[in-house]
Each structure stands twice: as C-alpha cells, then as structure tokens.
C-alpha cells in the first residue's frame, strides 16, 4: 500500500505542485486536498504547504485557519496524524491553534529570500527523526512575516520539551530565539519557514530538504501500518 | 438598531513593530528630531445590527478574539457609537 501525503491547497496557495513532486519522486502518493473539502480523506499526513492563502488579508493566515478542510486537519492531527507546516502553512497552524506563537513582520521590513543554514535541533518531531542533532541544512527561506514570537512561558515551555525543532545559525528575520520551526508536545504537529521541497534535488541547489521529507514519509507510512 | 463601529488592533506591548520602528527612524531623516515612540495599528471599521449596545459590544469582542486580532501578538479596543438611523 503506498503512503499517502495530503497536500492543502487554498486559494493562493502556490508550493502545493512542488510538495507533491517530492513526494513522489520519495515514492509516496501526493492528494491534493482542495480548502472547501471537509475531510482530509485516507491520507497518513498532512502538509499545508507555502503561499499567500486567501491572500493573507488581515493577518497571514488569520482567513485560512476558517476554511472547512482545517477542521479536519485538526482532527487529523488529533489523533495523532502527522502534520507539517510549511512557510505560510506555519503560519496558518499558529492561527489554527495547532502550534503556539505566531508569526510577524521580519525585523528590517524585507522580504527575504534566500538560502539559509539552519541547525537540527531536535528529533523527536515527525519531520526530523532521520535527521541529527547538530546537523546543518542548507535550505531557502521565501517570506516576510517569519519573524517567530511567543511568550516568555512558551519559550520556555518549548526550550524545556526539546520543541524547537530547527533554528536558524545566521537569524535572517529577527525570529526569537533563531527559531526557524517548532513542534507541538507529542511530535507529530511541525511548522517551519524553511521550504525543504526547495532543497530536494542537487539541481536546485541543495538536496538537504530530504532528509526532512524522508522523515515526514516515514512517519506516516509508520502511522499507516498501524492502523491497518 | 445599527451601530457603528470602530476597532483598533495594535501591538501587544514588547511585541516588535518594525513598520513603527522604520517609521520612527525615517520622521528624523525629514527634520522631525523630536519624535518616538511611534506604533503602527490597524484601524476595522464596521456596522452592525444588534438590540442593545452591550448586544453589539459582546458581539465584536467575540469577533476580535476569534478573527480579527490575533492575542498572541495583538491587543484590541472597541469604540461603538451611537444606533446610526437606518
């Protein structure tokens, strides 16, 4: 039985055809998942990729957290499904309620867009647990509001669990604490700003997106055997 | 009735605000040496049909909380005014 990744797709969104290729190319089934749907069918994981959903009006991701397909995301994630948030989909999974925090406007005002060094920092997430500690990646940023802030208590709360999950060794946007993705308590819920789909082959640059995907399609191809 | 509304959503206090910050830094570049502190708020106007002004303010608090600001990094103040004549 292949694995299958959902891939969310609202209006506006535009890294949801990248996602898919990578996924594939790593043997799994890509299902792309329309907004308005309201369930997130058989697939083992989820990914809300990048974009500018609904136009980011009001605040990024503020519009899409109501479309009716995240009620079942969360129930997804709920029963423990895996979750990944990529870019705006991060930015989206704070809005939901999914992870903690939020995203605002990179410290400087720009637009950055570039490719950053990130730091492994943690395993224990659906998206890391093939990486190493310490490792570093080489994998492009592409946004404006990527800026992670939280509260004293949650930092510290996510410092304590071993929830920051990538941090950035050179900060390009002013993030707390370099934090470049984070993870909720059990693991299986990630946002990132990174787009590792952009790191996937030597020809775009960098491969070093892989290992994180790999470890996305293993958990839920895990996830899948389970509960078959 | 309908009331008008007006909301403000700025900054949590010690949340960063670099459009105020840059702002803040472009007014001395023109002459202005004399200001700070400059923040920059999203202003939501509105009308709404409610029985009561309590009924509209319960209402647009509820609103705020779930769409229009974000707690995380947002605060919010409600201004209502009087029923507008339909």
Known sequence: ?228 | MKFTVRIDVTHVPGVLDPQGATVERALPALGYSNVSAVSIAKTIRLELDADSPDAARTQVDDMCQRLLANPVIERYTVEISGAVSA
């Open chain 1, 1 to 228: 039985m292949t694995t299958k990744v959902g891939i969310v797709v609202f209006p506006g969104t535009n890294c949801e055809l990248d996602v898919a290729w990578v996924v594939e190319e790593l043997g799994a089934e890509a299902v792309l998942l329309w907004h308005g749907e309201r369930s997130v069918r058989d697939v083992d994981a989820v990914v809300v990729p990048g974009g500018f959903a609904h136009g980011d009006y009001l605040r990024t991701g503020a519009i899409a957290r109501f479309s009716p397909v995240m009620e079942a995301v969360t129930d997804h994630a709920a029963a423990g499904g895996p979750v990944v948030g990529i870019c705006n989909g991060f930015q989206v999974l704070t809005e939901a309620g999914l992870l903690p925090g939020a995203l605002q406007k990179n410290t400087g005002l720009t637009f950055v867009c570039d490719t950053v060094e990130l730091e492994v920092v943690s395993t224990r997430s659906v998206l890391t647990r093939q990486a190493e500690v310490g490792a570093r990646l080489h994998i492009p940023i592409n946004h404006f509001e990527g800026n992670y802030v939280c509260d004293e208590r949650t930092l510290a709360e996510l410092k304590a669990e071993n929830r920051v999950v990538v941090r950035y060794v050179d900060n390009p946007n002013g993030s707390l604490d370099d934090i470049a993705g984070i993870c909720n308590a059990e693991g299986n819920v990630v946002g990132l700003m990174p787009h590792p789909e952009r790191a996937s082959d030597a020809l775009l640059g960098s491969s070093d997106g892989v290992v994180l995907l790999k470890s996305l399609i293993a958990a839920a191809t895990t996830r899948a055997t389970m509960l078959v």
